[in-house]
């Protein structure tokens, strides 16, 4: 049987009511979806109107006036990827948008913001070292969930009297959330302690993965014995599956599984005590 959903109305450009910025429920996004739906219905496979900004201004406009209050913490623009982006080294860090697909040019403008820390050495490292499953993102985070929080965040664009003042609320979320995640994982070396945040990153196996990686073998070690002991459902796959690895050092890759199975191939490989 099916549940009906109560989503009420949501209004977008043209109307008085804004779209809501933080979204903490399934429902709320599944209203969100249903309501830009409905608002932007009668005006698909229509020509645009006269003075309308298409969708894609907007969002590069809004792009490059983020850019300019971000600058100072060195980042760029880089257009073609809607995403700000700073370079520290061989860690790259970016603040990108996420234009919904409900978008319509003079009606709905929404974007989400989500920030990442990536090096492509990590992904070289995993296929040799690692779990063979890494790539080169140390993490990335939908800009709600940083700080320990799960709110979806979502601002509405469109209607230019009021885009300065979303813009300036988008801003303030990036430096209250993005800025202090970000600053925290600048180098190999801010590894050693970033690892330990657990708001950027959760996944127990990723985490180690990443110390290893960045050469803190005792700080992976440390980690390890942290993660199994506040994790009894990991602790048994642990050790159910170190043994097997241990007794044969040629496996090359984790065999299939979660988190708990990686580890245990990771403790092996690199020769990690939890004990």
Known sequence: MGVALDCGRVHLFGHSKPMPKSITTLEGHVCG?????????DARFKPLPPGAERVQ??????????????????????????????????????ISFQAMATNLSGVSVQLAIHASVKAT?????????????????LWVRQLGYLG???????WELADPHTRERELEDMLGKIQALALPALDAWTSTAAVAEAVFRGTEQDRADWLVETALWAGHREVAQRLLRNLLDANSRLMLTYRADLPRYRADPTIAEPFPGGPGTNLAFLAARHDLDAS
Do not use: C, M
């Open 121 to 137: 050495s990590r992904k070289r490292w995993t296929a040799t070292e690692g779990t063979r499953y890494g790539s080169a993102n």
């Open 57 to 94: 201004d907007v969002l590069q406009e809004s792009l490059h006036w983020l850019q300019g209050r971000l600058a100072a913490h060195g980042f760029k623009a880089a257009p073609s990827k809607l995403q700000l982006t700073r370079r520290l080294g061989e860690i790259t860090q970016v």
């Open 33 to 41: 979806i249903v309501e830009a739906r409905r608002a932007t219905k």
């Open 148 to 154: 320990g929080k799960h709110e979806y965040y979502q």
